[in-house]
C-alpha cells in the first residue's frame, strides 16, 4: 500500500512542473544482473562420418570419395553473449582411393588424431536482441586451427602406381571451419550436429605429388553437457519514468515569402565536343559529339521549356589542351568557340547580339588541378559530364603518375612560356606520366563553359503546381509557398512544396524557416533542425527551436496563449 501511495503522489508532484500532462509508466529492471545467452563451461562428445578429399581427384568428384568416420571430444566456454572458444581432440579414421585418375577402385585408409582450438560465434544471438537471447535452438559458427599427427598407413597395398609415395608417419599442420547447431533438451543437457571442413598441410598423405593440401569433409551428431547453473532474473524493482514531451503541436511561425520582380536565371554547363585536329568546325556525326550535342540541347531545351522565356545574356569561354603549339592552341580554342556560338545562336534562335565569347588558348588550370589532386576531379559515369553508360570513364590516377607529382607541378609552376613547359613536361621519367595525361586528361581540357541567363516569366497557382515537380526552377520562393496552400496542411504535396522551395534556394531564410515548420507538422524532428539551422536567428526561427526541444523533452514548457514557453533545461 506504501508503494502504490508513494507513486501516486510522486505523479501529482510532476504534474505542474510541465504546464501540460506528464505521461508516466513503469517498467520492471532486473535485480540480478546476468547475461542471457552466455554458455557456461560445456563438454561434448560427438561421432560421425566424413568425406577424404584426395589431391590428384578435383572437388567435381566429390562422389567418388569413399566414407570414412570419425569423433571427437571438446570442451569451450563462452566469454561473451556472441563469442567463445572450444578446444578439441579429435580422432579420424580416413579413407582414399588409389591415385592418379583412379588408376584402381580399391580404398586404402589411414588414421590421423588432432588437437584444435577454435573460436566460436553465436549466430543465433547475434540475431537476437539481448534480453531475448539464450533460447533453445542454437547455431554457432566456429574456425581453428590445430596439430594433426598422421599413422596407420597401409604396408602392403600400393597406394599409386606411378607417383612416388611414403607411409611415413608424421605432424602436420590444419584449419577448419564449419557450423554447430544444438537443441536444449535441459538445463544440463543439448542434443546437436556439427558440418565442418577441415584442411591439412600435406606432409602426410601417401602420395606426394600435386597440391600441398588435403582436405576432409565432416558430419558429426552428439550430445553437449553444462557444468554451470542458469541464473534466475528477479524483476520485483518498480521503476517510473516520466515522459514531458510536448505532445499537440502549437500555431507554427510560417513566413510569407516577399515576391520576387524580375525571375533572373541561368543555366552553366560544360561542353566536350571533338574536333579534327587542327579544324574548328562542329561536325555533329563526328566521334561523341552526337551523345555530346544532345545532352547540350536538353540541357538548354529543359530550361528554355517556355518560349517566352527572354535570354538576354550569354558567355562561352573555349579552351584548348596544352599539348599542340601555344600559337595554334590560341586559332584553335578561339575558332571552336566561335563555333559552338554559331551552333546556339541557330539551334535555339538566340540573337548573337547578347553572346560574349572568350577564350583560354591551354587550360593550364584544370591541368595542374587535376595533377595537384591526384584525379579527384576526373571525369566519372553518373556526374553530369556523361548520360550513357558507353562512355569510358577517366581511369584513377596510376602510382607513377603520383609519384611524380610534385615535379610536374614544379614545371607547370615555372615562369617560362607554355611551350617550353610542354617539353619539359614530356622528360619527366622519360615521359610516362606525361603519355598517360596526355590520352586519359588532355582530351577532358578541351571544353567549352556555357552560362546562359535568361528571364522566367510569372507564374499563376495552378500553372506552379504543375511545374513544381518538372521546372521547379523557374518558380519563385512565393510561388512555391503558393502551390502548398493549395494542399491540405500536412499532406505530401504540402510539405513537398515546401521542401522543394529550399532545396532549391539552401541560402534563403524564409524558404528554410517554413520548410523546417513543415518538418515539424509532420513531425520529421530532424529534418526540422537541418533546415532551421540555414533559418537564422529570427524570433520566428528561434521560437521554432524551443517548439522542437519541448517536442523532444529537452527542455521543460509550458503553454501561455497558445503558445509554447521554455522554461529551464530538464
Same mark, same amino acid.
Given at each position: 500500500?506504501? @508503494? #502504490?501511495?508513494? !507513486?501516486?503522489? &510522486? =505523479?501529482?508532484?510532476? *504534474? $505542474?512542473? /510541465? ?25 561434448? @562428445? #560427438?561421432?560421425? !562420418?566424413?568425406? &577424404? =578429399?584426395?589431391?590428384? *581427384? $578435383?572437388? /567435381? ?38 591415385? $592418379? ?117 565432416n558430419l558429426k551428431v552428439g550430445v553437449t553437457y553444462l557444468f554451470g547453473k542458469r541464473k534466475k532474473v528477479k524483476t520485483d524493482t518498480l521503476l517510473i519514468i516520466y515522459d514531458n514531451r510536448l505532445r499537440n503541436i502549437p500555431a507554427l511561425p510560417f513566413k510569407i515569402p516577399g515576391a520576387e520582380g524580375t525571375k533572373n536565371r541561368a543555366i552553366e554547363g560544360r561542353a566536350f565536343l ?281 527542455k521543460a514548457w509550458k503553454i501561455e496563449n497558445g503558445k509554447v514557453i521554455v522554461t529551464e533545461d530538464n
Open positions: 500500500m506504501k @508503494l #502504490y501511495i508513494l !507513486i501516486i503522489c &510522486s =505523479v501529482c508532484l510532476g *504534474l $505542474p512542473t /510541465s504546464g501540460n500532462q506528464a505521461h508516466a509508466y513503469t517498467e520492471t529492471r532486473p535485480t540480478v544482473q546476468t547475461r542471457p545467452g552466455v554458455d557456461d563451461l560445456y563438454l561434448q @562428445l #560427438y561421432g560421425g !562420418i566424413n568425406k &577424404s =578429399v584426395n589431391e590428384n *581427384l $578435383p572437388y /567435381s568428384e566429390f562422389s567418388s570419395y569413399p566414407w570414412a568416420g570419425g569423433t571427437f571430444l571438446g570442451i569451450g566456454r563462452e566469454f561473451h553473449p556472441l563469442w567463445g572458444w572450444r578446444a578439441t581432440l579429435r580422432f579420424n579414421h580416413n579413407k582414399s582411393r588409389n591415385v $592418379p585418375e583412379c588408376e584402381s577402385p580399391d580404398t586404402w585408409g589411414w588414421n590421423n588424431i588432432g588437437l584444435f582450438v577454435d573460436a566460436t560465434f553465436d549466430i543465433t544471438d547475434a540475431l537476437k536482441l539481448p534480453v531475448n537471447r539464450g533460447t533453445r535452438f542454437n547455431l554457432k559458427a566456429f574456425a581453428g586451427i590445430g596439430g594433426v599427427y598422421t599413422f596407420g598407413f597401409p604396408m602392403q597395398t600400393p597406394l599409386s602406381y606411378s607417383e612416388s609415395y611414403s607411409r611415413k608417419s608424421t605432424v602436420g599442420f590444419g584449419m577448419r571451419a564449419g557450423l554447430t547447431a544444438t537443441y536444449r533438451l535441459s538445463s544440463k543437457w543439448r542434443i546437436g550436429a556439427e558440418l565442418s571442413q577441415t584442411i591439412f598441410h600435406d606432409k602426410f598423405n601417401g602420395v606426394k605429388s600435386g597440391s600441398p593440401f588435403d582436405g576432409r569433409s571533338d574536333f579534327p585536329v587542327n579544324e574548328t568546325v562542329i561536325y555533329p556525326r563526328y566521334r561523341r559529339n552526337p551523345e555530346e550535342l544532345q545532352r547540350l540541347n536538353k540541357t538548354i531545351e529543359n530550361a528554355l521549356f517556355d518560349k517566352s522565356f527572354k535570354v538576354h545574356r550569354v558567355v562561352l569561354h573555349g579552351y584548348a589542351s596544352p599539348e599542340s603549339p601555344y600559337s595554334n592552341n590560341t586559332r584553335l580554342a578561339k575558332g571552336r568557340t566561335q563555333s559552338l556560338k554559331s551552333y546556339v545562336c541557330r539551334k535555339f534562335g538566340i540573337d548573337e547580339s547578347v553572346v560574349e565569347t572568350h577564350y583560354t588558348p591551354e587550360d593550364w588550370d584544370n591541368l595542374r588541378s587535376f595533377i595537384e589532386t591526384r584525379g579527384e576531379s576526373r571525369r566519372v559515369k553518373g556526374n553530369v559530364w556523361y548520360e550513357r553508360e558507353s562512355i569510358v570513364e577517366t581511369p584513377v590516377m596510376p602510382q607513377y603518375v603520383i609519384d611524380s607529382r610534385k615535379k610536374l607541378l614544379d614545371v607547370i609552376d615555372l615562369d617560362i612560356s607554355p611551350d617550353e613547359k610542354e617539353a619539359m613536361l614530356k622528360k619527366v621519367d622519360n615521359g610516362r606520366p606525361y603519355n598517360w595525361l596526355l590520352q586519359n586528361v588532355y582530351p577532358g581540357l578541351r571544353h567549352t563553359d556555357y552560362i546562359i541567363e535568361y528571364v522566367a516569366r510569372p507564374f499563376n497557382a495552378k500553372e506552379s503546381r504543375r511545374l513544381i515537380y518538372t521546372h521547379p526552377e523557374a518558380l519563385s520562393i512565393e510561388e512555391m509557398y503558393k502551390v502548398a496552400q493549395t494542399y491540405e496542411e500536412g499532406s505530401d504535396g504540402w510539405l513537398d512544396a515546401l521542401l522543394i522551395a529550399a532545396n532549391l534556394n539552401p541560402e534563403d531564410k524564409t524558404a528554410n524557416l517554413n520548410a523546417a515548420c513543415g518538418c515539424v507538422k509532420t513531425k520529421r524532428l530532424t529534418d526540422a533542425r537541418r533546415y532551421l539551422k540555414k533559418a537564422g536567428t529570427t524570433p520566428q526561427a528561434n521560437y521554432l527551436r524551443d517548439v522542437i526541444d519541448a517536442m523532444e523533452g529537452k
